[in-house]
């Protein structure tokens, strides 16, 4: 009881950390009445043309990048799935998690290098806009959504496959009778997942977007802050951007068949074989080249470009110590949080309070549907009449990537943290085995591949910011993402993508060594 | 009759066989197979099913080969364990699929399906999903497309290995009269000596991927000499 009460004192401050973090800048937005020239007039969006605008481009993008994306991640993965003994089948989807820890803006950079003027397959000045946002959001989602569907195929039982093949099921009546009943399972969820993303989606939009016609609620916020000093403007955006995503998620949790996939760079162990053809395998091949080649024509750019004049300057490593600094320390903070909420909620679960402990897992990823902006614009406003919020830009960024980073934490070590405690917490308490001797010869031998994978990409996550970033951060205290920024908005674009390089390949290195050292050897 | 001739099988398609059966199953007659786990008996079916193709030999039913047709034109049902229904699919859909799995039935087919259920006891829950019913109703939906499909042999794999005794008995009941009347050839597997007592006059011991004895199911069970059926049944 006492070991409880300790979990539930650790815990309980971890929230309270938690909705200092996240509801005081909640409380800073609807607390309006404190913001110079703000009208109660003010929040009826409809009425201005620019907000109606931004509304329904962010709405509209993001449904479009979702079918885009998984309407043909759907075809992908049934053809993965179909080519089980397919030779490049380990290593493609390898390739399709990579998007998951590439930063935005390294991922902007690769569709330049591939669509922009002078690209291997260049649409001119049209790629600035919707189209550009699209290209980046179907290159980030769509291997998310095959990642996401591909285990769906896993569910369907071998009898079923041999029935359907003795009662001499066709193609169309294998997708019927049991393909379609186990993709319809996570089908919204996913669907709602990626809609959500490309809604919040920040860099993709700044760097692609292209001019107040291609500007969503998340880039709008921005721009109000920091070009056009409208914060009244910004709460009334980021109060939008808020009852958006809290809609979704609402429905998200309605819906609750997410597939519980891990995110990690290992490919999925192999299903059962559907129908192998030609269509298949250039749908896989496609698909394959579609991801690699902004990442390969980026390289080829980037190896081309000034890369020693880049590598020279004294701005480049004071950033790229700076985001090394910001990510280990948001992971730092992030992994050690969920540690704390997830022992609590697991001590919950094994004394029988099942909701209680749901509460409180709920309470760590609530902050999953606040958009980081919103959470930095709400800071921005409560801080920025006391004092220079831009000093303090190295503590609030962490702070905010770390509670950003608090649900992939939860996700990714509290299915194996639960199952840990369930099963040797009796055990534990006979041998009087507790505290750091517990966590020394059970806990950290059995925990450190998801903590490994959860610090990963809490740091991969941070490190590839520029929502937060942009909004508090200073030429000075600039982040590899933030100069990539800079460095495009100078249209030194050679210099950017060779920036780009180098984040893509610190975000690889840090994710693969943290994983490593905190994992350990997978046998994977 | 079905007829397993020299029957060969190796899990390499270069390996030397590992598995090698011969025996034969009259019309309307249920031969059970008994064994230890790994024994081959699952893959016996499996064979005869045409999930997995032989290295040699000739599976015949009323002399005519079969080994090379594909699954779908063998004239063969099975039942698993587990997993027999589509869990989205009501029991009337879930029997219909076994006469045609583009589902457009004719008037007699329709009326074939609501008879099969009828015979099974199902006909009152013909819109229920499988999730809403006992284990033993789902192995009775089970048995109901298999007598929509009319085929002469039926496997049963480990088909009432989910079930209590009381209710395998009643199944096993239920077995032999589709069997009898529908002049089936079956092969039952089973880890359970009862099951073979009281569904077959002969069983099969397999072991090592061969069958090693082929007696009256009382005399295998009860005085065999051999020392692996002494061993597997003590073991029980």
């Known amino acids: 009881m006492a070991r409880l009460n300790a979990r539930a004192i650790t815990a309980g401050l971890v929230l309270a950390i938690l909705a200092l973090i996240v509801l005081a800048p909640m409380a800073g937005l609807l607390n309006l009445s404190g913001i110079p020239g703000y009208e109660p007039g003010d929040l009826r969006f409809w009425e201005s043309g620019y907000i109606r605008r931004v509304l329904f481009f962010s709405l509209w993008q993001a449904l479009l990048s979702m079918l885009c994306s998984v309407l043909p991640a759907i075809l992908v993965a049934r053809a993965f799935a179909s080519q089980a003994d397919f030779p490049l089948r380990g290593l493609l989807l390898r390739l399709f998690a990579l998007p998951l820890v590439v930063?935005?803006?390294?991922?902007?950079?690769?569709?330049?290098?591939?669509?922009?003027?002078?690209?291997?397959?260049?649409?001119?000045?049209?790629?600035?806009?919707?189209?550009?946002?699209?290209?980046?959001?179907?290159?980030?989602?769509?291997?998310?959504?095959?990642?996401?569907?591909?285990?769906?195929?896993?569910?369907?039982?071998?009898?079923?496959?041999?029935?359907?093949?003795?009662?001499?099921?066709?193609?169309?009546?294998?997708?019927?009778?049991?393909?379609?009943?186990?993709?319809?399972?996570?089908?919204?969820?996913?669907m709602l997942l990626v809609f959500?993303?490309?809604?919040?989606?920040?860099?993709?939009?700044?760097?692609?977007?292209?001019?107040?016609?291609?500007?969503?609620?998340?880039?709008?916020?921005?721009?109000?802050?920091?070009?056009?000093?409208?914060?009244?403007?910004?709460?009334?955006?980021?109060?939008?951007q808020l009852s958006i995503c809290t809609l979704v998620a609402i429905l998200t949790?309605?819906?609750?068949r997410l597939p519980e996939v891990e995110i990690t760079l290992v490919s999925p162990s192999k299903p059962i074989v559907v129908r192998q053809n030609l269509l298949n395998t250039l749908l896989i091949l496609a698909a394959g080249v579609f991801v690699a080649m902004p990442l390969l024509s980026m390289l080829i750019d980037a190896l081309g470009g000034p890369l020693w004049q880049v590598i020279g300057t004294t701005r480049l490593w004071r950033s790229l110590v700076t985001t090394l600094f910001i990510g280990l320390f948001a992971a730092l903070f992030s992994v050690a949080a969920g540690w704390f909420l997830l022992q609590y909620s697991a001590s919950l679960s094994l004394a029988g309070k099942t909701s209680k402990a749901h509460l409180v897992d709920l309470a760590g990823s609530i902050v999953y549907v606040v958009p980081p902006l919103v959470i930095g614009s709400g800071l921005f406003v409560l801080l920025s009449p006391h004092f220079d919020v831009f000093a303090w830009v190295y503590p609030i960024v962490i702070a905010i990537n770390a509670v950003m980073g608090l649900p992939f934490v939860i996700r990714s070590l509290g299915p194996a943290l639960r199952q840990n405690h369930a099963r040797y917490h009796y055990l534990c308490q006979s041998l009087a085995l507790?505290?750091?001797?517990?966590?020394?010869?059970?806990?950290?031998?059995?925990?450190?591949?998801?903590?490994?994978?959860?610090?990963?990409?809490?740091?991969?996550?941070?490190?590839?910011?520029?929502?937060?970033?942009?909004?508090?951060?200073?030429?000075?205290?600039?982040?590899?993402?933030?100069?990539?920024?800079?460095?495009?908005?100078?249209?030194?674009i050679p210099h950017a993508t060779v920036t780009a390089l180098l984040l893509l390949l610190l975000s690889l290195t840090v994710f693969w060594g943290l994983e490593r050292a905190i994992g350990g050897k997978t046998d994977a | 009759?079905?007829?397993?001739?020299?029957?060969?099988?190796?899990?390499?398609?270069?390996?030397?066989?590992?598995?090698?059966?011969?025996?034969?199953?009259?019309?309307?007659?249920?031969?059970?197979?008994?064994?230890?786990?790994?024994?081959?008996?699952?893959?016996?079916?499996?064979?005869?099913?045409?999930?997995?193709?032989?290295?040699a030999g000739q599976i015949l039913l009323d002399g005519?080969?079969?080994?090379?047709?594909?699954?779908?034109?063998?004239?063969?049902?099975?039942?698993?364990?587990?997993?027999?229904?589509?869990?989205?699919?009501?029991?009337?859909?879930n029997v219909a699929l076994g006469v045609d799995p583009s589902l457009r039935l004719s008037r007699e087919q329709a009326d074939a399906v609501a008879v099969a259920l009828d015979q099974l006891g199902l006909s009152d829950l013909r819109r229920r999903k499988p999730g809403e019913l006992s284990g033993g109703q789902r192995q009775r939906v089970a048995l109901a497309r298999v007598l929509v499909r009319k085929r002469r042999i039926l496997l049963l794999d480990e088909a009432f290995a989910a079930l209590?005794?009381?209710?395998?008995?009643?199944?096993?009941?239920?077995?032999?009269?589709?069997?009898?009347?529908?002049?089936?050839?079956?092969?039952?597997?089973?880890?359970?000596?009862?099951?073979?007592?009281?569904?077959?006059?002969?069983?099969?011991?397999?072991?090592?991927g061969k069958i090693t004895a082929l007696e009256q199911t009382g005399d295998l069970l009860d005085h065999s000499q051999l020392a692996e059926v002494r061993d597997y049944l003590g073991a029980v």
């Open chain 2, 64 to 93: 005519i080969a079969i080994e090379t047709s594909g699954v779908a034109s063998r004239p063969v049902s099975i039942v698993f364990q587990q997993d027999n229904l589509f869990p989205h699919l009501d029991l009337y859909t």
């Open chain 1, 253 to 256: 949790l309605r819906l609750q």
């Open chain 2, 1 to 55: 009759m079905l007829e397993i001739k020299q029957l060969e099988f190796a899990y390499a398609a270069e390996a030397a066989p590992t598995m090698h059966f011969n025996l034969s199953v009259a019309a309307g007659e249920i031969l059970s197979l008994i064994g230890p786990s790994g024994s081959g008996k699952s893959t016996l079916l499996n064979l005869v099913a045409g999930f997995l193709a032989p290295s």
């Open chain 1, 196 to 240: 959500m993303l490309c809604l919040t989606s920040f860099a993709v939009v700044l760097t692609l977007g292209g001019g107040p016609k291609s500007t969503t609620l998340e880039v709008a916020i921005y721009q109000s802050l920091r070009f056009d000093f409208d914060p009244a403007r910004a709460v009334v955006l980021a109060l939008l």
């Open chain 2, 164 to 208: 209590g005794p009381a209710l395998r008995a009643e199944l096993i009941e239920v077995v032999k009269k589709l069997v009898r009347d529908n002049n089936m050839a079956a092969l039952l597997v089973s880890h359970q000596p009862r099951d073979a007592l009281l569904a077959s006059a002969r069983t099969a011991f397999i072991c090592a």
């Open chain 1, 434 to 492: 507790q505290g750091w001797n517990r966590f020394r010869y059970l806990e950290w031998p059995l925990l450190r591949r998801p903590l490994g994978l959860a610090a990963a990409l809490v740091a991969a996550l941070a490190m590839g910011d520029l929502g937060v970033i942009a909004l508090f951060g200073t030429p000075h205290s600039a982040t590899l993402p933030l100069l990539i920024y800079q460095q495009l908005g100078a249209y030194m």
């Open chain 1, 103 to 190: 930063p935005a803006v390294v991922a902007v950079m690769g569709v330049v290098s591939v669509y922009g003027s002078g690209g291997w397959l260049p649409l001119g000045r049209s790629l600035y806009g919707l189209n550009g946002i699209l290209l980046a959001h179907v290159f980030f989602n769509l291997p998310l959504a095959v990642r996401l569907l591909l285990p769906q195929w896993q569910t369907i039982p071998p009898h079923h496959w041999q029935l359907g093949e003795q009662l001499g099921m066709n193609a169309w009546q294998r997708w019927r009778f049991l393909e379609w009943p186990a993709l319809r399972e996570a089908l919204p969820g996913v």
